[in-house]
């Protein structure tokens, strides 16, 4: 009973984190999705938030909520200057160039929050005002519970968002064939902004949920991002149902084999599952094999 | 040529880099700066592996701190705790390095760019955590000193100045390889790689396996320079091989110029140099050096945006500016192309049974059957969607037949990868030229020159002699040298079939090889394919042009929505009532109504 407990314990743990993991992994997806290029500062945009928020909550003593809105805005402003100074002036590049454009704008980012906010990592309150509940000798944190209702609603959202409303028909009318979607009067420019505010938002709430367990730091974003790629790549290489799993699947295998293997390379189990999935299924759960058309 | 190198230019460089490293002999310098040169010259080693990565090949590779690292602790480990001798240990971590980069290449390689990035990042990270936890090995955050210098031939090289000639005599010979790479058979598969894998492989590279020996080349030149950095500072710890020090690897090799051995040296010297100059900000401007990281960082996205050959490109397009190169080539000595067709056996050259490709529900290739005659041309045509390109590309080995045999010459080549079907005779050409665009015409027939099994002799020159012969074919042997970005549309074709004809094809396939071609130039190019099986070739074609198919091919296959409706003689195909139907449409409806 005891290792029962334990275990839903940890599993528990797990898909809290594995959420966050799969709210950044969505946006990476939509991002690579819609302009084919991995965003290597995509768990910045959790880091920029969370410290939106630390800045408006704690700093301004802003209410939370107002707080909160406040940091999504700025991420929306932020996703726009992003598009337009890291992506649109390489868009008619190879991947390459922009690929390791993101990547200056990954270590830009950090190392200018690390200067304006200094190396110590923030503290954040928790949305709730209760610690959690204790649930059949679980105890449930009421800042995971959050994050996993949270969780649920975006990807719910998201999914009506992309499926049921004309935007989202034309932005994914757009990463599905650009010229196709420009020949039809589709602001293929505009689309590519409004994912890249999509996904920053989408980052900024990870981080702001994630923020009172991990607490806000420099680093937070880089080691998220590395686990949410993990996690699409596992779930299958651009593919939203993909991510999410492989984000969930990542947090429970990450925290069951940090309670029984080893704490210290808590942050090495990502990387392994990968390899594994490299090595035996390189398409991921859901991926399909596709080859270069000539 | 972009591998000759003007007098003039050559005594600038051999001044440079002699004069340089003595500096630190001639005057008396302290020894920071001596152990500033001691850093430039061993990360510039470092950088040396990233131009042939990135630079050549066009693979990411953000890892190249745990390879430098690797080197290192080998060397430390081997010196300190182990009581190695210096070169032995050099030796282990080297090998050590070069056989992760290989593991990690062959895992990954495969899979796109955008694996590779995040492969060798979490590889970093997890070197970095070993670095720090593993203490019993490692000894942990506190690093390790008092590691060995070497001797040499019996010089005790435990001088610092000494020290530091025997580390750059070991770059300048690294710079020299280096920048002889690029015009050796593996140089010109990487930059073939980089330019086009897909044309690459369909040509004959073995694209995997350059990407994996350039990864393994790139991981050795890492740890060589991290090797001999362990000896130089003579006390190493992790915060030295972080994924902060691969940032900084990065940013002086695209800052250099990736695709310059020159480059490279260039850029890991501004990247040492910057923290000092730095320093000499005045007072208001002092927080740049806080942010040096945050600098590098934007640094990298402009140089992206408005640099993208760094700072050696930069002056390479100066240079070509103001120095005019020979347009022309001389032709005088080119030999005419030999086309050895072995005519063995009387059955089909390529025999398509019952082949299939399908791509989820949808049947683009929906059970064909045909086979190709020696010495003949055959057009493949049918209306757009039939199936044709999918065909071929079933053929040349882009994609997996779903059902059904690929037999070339009596073997089924259908589970074959495009460069070994390649090596086994079979040449294409693409609808959308697909040429290596920054390399020149010359290097790019070499390219097909150099495919597995290819009936020439064993060298350079003969792949050059060949790769001449085969432009002087289609017409453009004086055009050798200019790179094939700057041609003209119908020369790109010509190129392209030229670099096809120079790897012996036996069977050549050809996709709407008259596409974009004005009315002239199909005249020409219809002379030009009379011309190919006049030396007995088979050609496999497809074109929307029907006078031109007409006019060349023996044997016509008609396709529509992935199965064969008609066959044969070009005079009584077009005139098949069926064949009228699918092309227009409406004739047998019409006929049904009637």
């Known amino acids: 009973m005891q290792f029962i407990t334990e275990n839903l314990q940890i599993l528990f743990t797990g898909l809290g984190l594995g959420s966050i993991y799969a709210l950044v992994a969505l946006g990476f997806v939509l991002i690579i999705r819609a302009t084919n290029v991995v965003n290597f500062a995509q768990g910045d945009f959790a880091m920029l938030g969370g410290y939106a928020m630390v800045l408006f909550f704690t700093g301004l003593g802003w209410p939370y909520w107002i707080a909160f809105i406040g940091a999504l805005l700025a991420m929306a402003v932020f996703g726009v200057l992003f598009n337009y100074g890291v992506y649109y002036p390489l868009r008619h590049r190879s991947f390459l160039p922009v690929l390791i454009s993101t990547l200056g704008a990954s270590i830009f980012l950090q190392n200018t929050v690390l200067y304006v906010a200094g190396p110590q990592p923030k503290p954040l309150d928790k949305l709730l005002n209760f610690d959690g509940i204790t649930l059949g000798g679980v105890f449930l944190d009421s800042q995971y519970i959050v994050i996993l209702v949270a969780t649920v609603a975006l990807v719910f959202f998201t999914f009506l968002f992309f499926e049921k409303t004309l935007l989202g028909k034309k932005l994914q009318a757009t990463s599905q064939d650009k010229d196709m979607a420009r020949l039809l009067g589709i602001p293929v420019a505009l689309m590519i902004a409004i994912t890249f505010i999509y996904s920053a938002v989408l980052g900024g709430i990870a981080g702001v949920l994630v923020g009172p367990i991990l607490f806000v730091s420099i680093g937070m974003g880089s080691i998220i991002a590395l686990k949410a790629f993990a996690a699409t790549i596992i779930g299958g290489f651009g593919d939203v149902k993909g991510a999410i799993v492989g984000g969930l699947l990542l947090g429970v295998i990450e925290s069951l084999a940090a309670q029984h293997i080893s704490v210290p390379y808590k942050d090495a189990y990502a990387f392994l599952a990968l390899f594994l999935f490299l090595l035996f299924r390189p398409q991921g759960i859901f991926g399909e094999k596709v080859s270069e058309k000539a | 040529m972009q591998n000759r190198i003007s007098l003039p230019a050559l005594i600038v460089l051999a001044i440079i880099a002699i004069a340089l490293p003595l500096i630190p002999y001639q ?495 199909k005249m020409e190019f219809v002379e030009l394919l009379k011309r190919l099986r006049g030396h007995g070739l088979t050609i496999f074609l497809i074109d929307h042009d029907m006078g031109l198919v007409e006019k060349v091919s023996d044997r016509i296959t008609v396709l529509n929505f992935g199965r064969k409706i008609a066959e044969g003689a070009p005079a009584e195909v077009l005139r098949n009532p069926d064949v009228i139907a699918a092309y227009l449409g409406t004739a047998g409806e019409t006929n049904a109504a009637a």
């Open chain 2, 27 to 521: 005057l008396h310098v302290s020894t920071y700066v001596v152990q500033m040169f001691m850093q430039a010259v061993t990360y510039a080693i470092a950088v040396l592996g990233m131009v042939v990565v990135l630079g050549y090949t066009g693979q990411i590779n953000l890892a190249q701190a745990a390879f430098f690292g690797l080197g290192a602790y080998g060397v430390a480990l081997g010196t300190v705790s182990g009581g190695i001798n210096f070169w032995i240990s050099l030796a282990l971590g080297v090998g050590a390095a070069t056989v992760a980069g290989l593991a990690l290449g062959l895992t990954t390689l495969r899979l796109g760019g955008h694996y590779l990035a995040m492969i060798t990042i979490s590889f970093q990270q997890i070197f970095d955590l070993i670095l720090v936890n593993w203490v019993e090995v490692t000894h942990g955050p506190d690093g390790i000193a008092g590691i060995g210098r070497p001797s040499l031939f019996g010089w005790e090289l435990a001088d610092d100045k000494a020290y530091l000639l025997l580390c750059t005599i070991v770059l300048y010979l690294l710079v020299f390889a280096v920048w002889y790479l690029p015009s050796t058979r593996l140089g010109r598969a990487m930059r073939s790689v980089r330019e086009n894998e897909l044309a690459a492989e369909v040509v004959g590279v073995h694209t995997l396996r350059t990407k994996v020996i350039a990864f393994a080349l790139s991981a050795l030149l890492g740890a060589i320079g991290g090797a001999l950095y362990a000896g130089g500072f003579a006390y190493i710890s992790p915060d030295n091989f972080n994924f902060a020090r691969s940032v900084e690897f990065l940013t002086a090799t695209l800052l250099g110029g990736a695709q310059s051995p020159f480059g490279g040296v260039i850029g890991t010297v501004l990247i040492v140099q910057l923290p000092e100059w730095l320093k000499h900000l005045p007072e208001s401007l002092r927080f740049i050096k806080d942010v040096y990281l945050a600098v590098y960082g934007l640094g990298v996205i402009l140089i992206m945006v408005f640099l993208y050959e760094g700072i050696w490109g930069l002056i390479k397009n100066l240079r070509a500016k103001f120095v005019k190169s020979q347009a022309k080539t001389d032709v005088s000595g080119v030999q005419p192309l030999v086309l050895d067709v072995q005519g063995s056996g009387d059955s089909a050259l390529l025999r398509l049974e019952n082949l299939q490709k399908h791509f989820g529900g949808l049947k683009a290739v929906d059970g064909i059957d045909i086979d190709v005659q020696r010495g003949t041309v055959h057009a493949l045509i049918g209306p757009n969607g039939s199936g044709k390109t999918t065909s071929l590309n079933v053929v040349s080995g882009i994609y997996r037949p779903t059902g059904g045999k690929v037999i070339l010459d009596g073997e089924d080549v259908s589970q074959l990868k495009p460069h070994q079907r390649a090596g086994r005779g079979v040449g294409r050409t693409f609808q959308n030229i697909r040429l290596f665009a920054s390399l020149s015409a010359l290097e790019n027939v070499m390219v097909g020159a150099q495919r597995d099994n290819n009936p020439i002799p064993k060298g350079d020159k003969a792949l050059r002699d060949r790769a001449m012969s085969a432009l002087h074919f289609v017409g453009m042997a004086d055009r050798a040298h200019v790179i094939v970005r700057n041609l003209p549309y119908g020369h790109q074709r010509l190129v392209e079939i030229a670099r096809v004809l120079a790897g012996h094809p036996k069977l050549l396939l050809l996709d709407e090889p008259a596409a974009g071609l004005n009315q002239t130039e």
